[in-house]
Every structure is written in structure tokens, then in C-alpha cells.
Antibody
Framework: QIQLVQSGPELKKPGESVKISCKAS????????MHWVKQAPGKGLKWMGW????????TYADDFKGRFVFSLEASASTANLQISNLKNEDTATYFC???????????WGQGVMVTVSS | NIVLTQSPATLSVTPGESVSLSCRAS??????IHWYQQKSNESPRLLIK???QSISGIPSRFSGSGSGTDFTLSINRVESEDFSIYYC?????????FGSGTKLEIK
């Protein structure tokens, strides 16, 4: 069955970096784009951008340009999100989601809670 | 960027009632709107795509309509498991966006 399994929760200090992963199984990884979505505590969903899993080309929403990097380990069917120079406002759950060719997200990871606190 | 405005923010209903949730786009997006349900502490789940297309495994009481800028998610006879938050999402633009959500709560 198709699954997106994300890495575990992270506790970081302001200014540090974090890298979270999203491992896909049950389908051909490079056939479907991967998107990233942020959800701050008690808030709604915010689209961060996506990565073409065939070419590795990332696209970022305006609010996520600069400190956020999408990358791949295609041989391991894994997409990664790295956030550098962490700020308190980066405290959130980060989801990966598979794009079913048509801009809809049919499978989601379980989410990774990143807490930034001094 | 395309802004999606959902209303109401909260909807209080009794199980068995039928409800309509609204999503309005800041510009015309044809039918490129999709609806998700998110239960507490869970990942979102796709309910309806392209305004009115049903998704396999989703109960038939969920339906969608609309085109252009105004879209509606309807739930016919709300059941207890439906109390959660609903988000719309647009894929018309290469930069996707979500609405702010409508919380469906028990009256």
C-alpha cells in the first residue's frame, strides 16, 4: 500500500537548522511530485512549495524562499525539507503530500512537529 | 497569489442537519478547487477534487459545486464523524494556496 512516512519530532533552538524526511513506499517515487505544507499550532494549512521528483527542481511559495530547501534522495524514495536559521515562528507541523498528477494531494505523511524554543 | 476565503469560520450544527461550506477565490479559477477534511491531530484527507468530482472511498453525503470564484462543499445529513475542519485548496496557479478553513462543530 502507498505510504508516506515522515521522520520524528524535533526540538531546536533559534538559529539552528533542521532536516526532516518523507519516505515514500508502494509506488514509483519519481512518477509523482511531492509537496510540503506547514501547519502552525492551532492554525490552518499553508502551502510551502513542491519538488519535481524526476528532475529534482524545487518551487517555493514566496514566504518560503531563502531558509527553506527541498531535496531528494531518489534512490531511497525520500524527499527532505531543510530549514536553516530557525525562528520561533517556524514552530509547526510539516506535512509532505503526494501530488496525484493533477494538483490534488491524495496521500499525506503523518506530519513532523518542529518546535523552536530557547 | 490567489487568495481563498472560506466562510463561515465556524459552523455549529446538530447531527442529521445538512450544511453548506463556502470558498471564494480572489480571481476566477475555473473549477480548480479541491476540498480536504482534517480531523484533530490527523493529516488532511482529500474529499472532492475539481469542484465536484468525487473521490473513491469518500461517503456520498459529501458533494461539491461551483466554478469561477464561488465554490461550495455540501454535507448531506452530517454524521458525528464529520465534525472536523474543512479546507479548500486551489491548483489553478502554479503557486497553490489553501483557504483558512471552516470548523464544523456540534451544536
Amino acid at each position: 500500500q502507498i505510504q508516506l512516512v515522515q521522520s520524528g519530532p524535533e526540538l531546536k533552538k533559534p538559529g539552528e537548522s533542521v532536516k526532516i524526511s518523507c519516505k515514500a513506499s508502494g509506488y514509483t517515487f519519481t512518477d509523482y511530485a511531492m509537496h510540503w505544507v506547514k501547519q502552525a499550532p492551532g492554525k490552518g494549512l499553508k502551502w510551502m512549495g513542491w519538488i519535481n521528483t524526476y528532475t529534482g527542481k524545487p518551487t517555493y511559495a514566496d514566504d518560503f524562499k531563502g531558509r527553506f530547501v527541498f531535496s531528494l534522495e531518489a534512490s531511497a524514495s525520500t524527499a527532505n525539507l531543510q530549514i536553516s536559521n530557525l525562528k520561533n515562528e517556524d514552530t509547526a507541523t510539516y506535512f509532505c503530500a503526494r501530488d496525484y498528477y493533477d494538483g490534488t494531494y491524495d496521500y499525506w505523511g503523518q506530519g513532523v512537529m518542529v518546535t523552536v524554543s530557547s | 497569489n490567489i487568495v481563498l476565503t472560506q466562510s463561515p469560520a465556524t459552523l455549529s450544527v446538530t447531527p442529521g442537519e445538512s450544511v453548506s461550506l463556502s470558498c471564494r477565490a480572489s480571481q476566477s479559477i475555473s473549477t480548480s478547487i479541491h476540498w480536504y477534511q482534517q480531523k484533530s491531530n490527523e493529516s488532511p484527507r482529500l474529499l472532492i477534487k475539481y469542484a465536484s468530482q468525487s473521490i473513491s472511498g469518500i461517503p456520498s453525503r459529501f458533494s461539491g459545486s461551483g466554478s469561477g470564484t464561488d465554490f461550495t462543499l455540501s454535507i448531506n445529513r452530517v454524521e458525528s464523524e464529520d465534525f472536523s475542519i474543512y479546507y479548500c485548496q486551489q491548483s489553478y496557479s502554479s503557486l497553490s494556496t489553501f483557504g483558512s478553513g471552516t470548523k464544523l462543530e456540534i451544536k
